[in-house]
C-alpha cells in the first residue's frame, strides 16, 4: 500500500502522516529523512521533527540516493519529504526526466510507503526561473504520486480530505 | 461550537462566513474586525466589507486585543479574519507562543464562533524571512483552530469542502 | 452542462478536463486556447498541450474575444484557460468590470462547457501591484463560475476532488 499526504508550509502533514504509518505498522518502521540541512533556520526546523520521532521509527537520512535506501528497508516506510528530495537533486542538477523515473521505480517498489509532499502551485506563477523549475517538477511528481499511490490526502489546518 | 472558514485570497471564505453565521444565529451576530487600515487599497477592501454586512450585525473593531474583546460579546461571533490578527501580531513583536497562546485561550471560550482565516502555505518558501515566519504562524494557528473547531471548511471558488 | 476543473499550476487539470470533455462529448468537442505565446518557455508548454490534444478536438485560438469565439462554436467547448484569458485581458487594460461581464455572459451561453481555471490565491499577499490585482481577479472569476457551473473539480496531484 502506497499513501500520499500533500498539502501546504505547515499544514500538519507531516504529523498526519507519522501518526497515520504508527497507527498502521505492524512493526517498527523507517523514518527516510532526505533533509539537507543548509542553515540554522532549517536545522531547527530538522530538530523539531526529530524530537517528535524519538524513538518511534528507524531513523535513515538520505538526502538524494531515494530509491537506493528505499530498496535497504525491511517494512514499511515514511519518506518525509519528497518535496526535499526534489529540491535536492535539482541543487545536484539530476535531469528532471531522471528525476521521475526514479520516483517511478520507487512507487513499484513492493513495501508499504507513506509519502509526504507539498502542494506548491497554488500561487501566481513565480518570477524566479529556479522556483518555477521547481513547482512544475513538483507537479509532476505530486501527479506520478497520485497516479501510483492507493490513498492520496490533502491536508489544511491539521485535517485531512481523502482524494483517493 | 466552533467553525472555521479556511482558503485563500478571495475564495469567498467572508461571504460564506457571513452567510453562515447570518443563518445560524438566533441573536443578531457580532462581527469582531480585525482590521488595522495602513493604506487606500485597503481601506477600499475594509469599505466593501462594511458595506455587505450593513445592518446584521453588531460590529467592533479591534486589531489586536482578541480574546478581550471577545470576553464582551453576548453572542455568536464572526471574527474576520484570524490571519489578519496574526498579521498585527507579528506587526507588534508579540512572541509567536503567545500569540498562540491567546488564541487557543479564545477557542475556548464557551461561546459560538465563526472564524475566516486565509490558508498561505501552498505555494513554495518565501525568499522574505518576515513572510516566512507569517506563513509558519498561521499554518500553526490553522491547525490550533482546525483541531478545536467542531466544523472546519476548505474554501475555493466561493465553493465549501468539509474537512471536519 | 458547465463544469470547472480549478486547481494549481501542474495539478493536473487541463489533462483531467480533456479526458472528461472527451469522454462526455457526443461529438467532436472544440479546444478555446487562450494562451497568447510570449517567449521560449511558453511556447514549450503550448506544444506539450497541443501534441496531447492531437486530432481530438477542434482548435481554436482566441486569446482575447472569449464570448464572440465561443459563440461560434456548435458543439461542447473546452476553454484551456480561464486564467489565461484574464491574464491578457489585463494585458490589454480591460477594465475588471467588463472583464467579469463578458465571464458572465459566457457562463449563461447554452452550449455544454468545461473551464479550466488556476486557483492562485493559496498564498500570502504579493508585493506586486500587478500580481495582487490578478489574484483578486482571477478569485472573483473562480467565484462567477463556481456560482454558475453545475460541477465544480478541485485538483491536486492529477486527481479530483467535488466541490459542486
Known amino acids: ?21 504508527l497507527q498502521q505498522a505492524v512493526s517498527k518502521p523507517y523514518y527516510l529523512a532526505t533533509n539537507e540541512v543548509f542553515d540554522d533556520e532549517m536545522r531547527t526546523r530538522v530538530e523539531i521533527h526529530q524530537q517528535r520521532r524519538r524513538d518511534a521509527f528507524i531513523t535513515i537520512e538520505e538526502p538524494v540516493k531515494l530509491l537506493a535506501a528505499l530498496q535497504q528497508c525491511r517494512g514499511p ?13 535539482l541543487y545536484y542538477q539530476i535531469p528532471e526526466k531522471e528525476i521521475l523515473q526514479e520516483l517511478e521505480a520507487v512507487l513499484q517498489l513492493s513495501c508499504d510507503l507513506v509519502l509526504v509532499h507539498n502542494e506548491v502551485g497554488l500561487s501566481v506563477v513565480s518570477d524566479n526561473r529556479l522556483a518555477r523549475q521547481f513547482v512544475d517538477l513538483s507537479g509532476k511528481a505530486a501527479q506520478l504520486m497520485g497516479q501510483h499511490c492507493e490513498q492520496v490526502f490533502f491536508c489544511s489546518a491539521g485535517l ?3 482524494m483517493k
Open 1 to 21: 500500500m502506497k499513501t500520499l499526504f500533500i498539502g501546504g508550509i505547515k499544514s500538519g502533514k507531516s504529523r498526519l502522516a507519522e501518526a497515520y504509518i
Open 77 to 89: 516506510v515514511l519518506v518525509e519529504c519528497v518535496s526535499m528530495w526534489l529540491n535536492n537533486q
Open 160 to 162: 485531512t480530505m481523502k
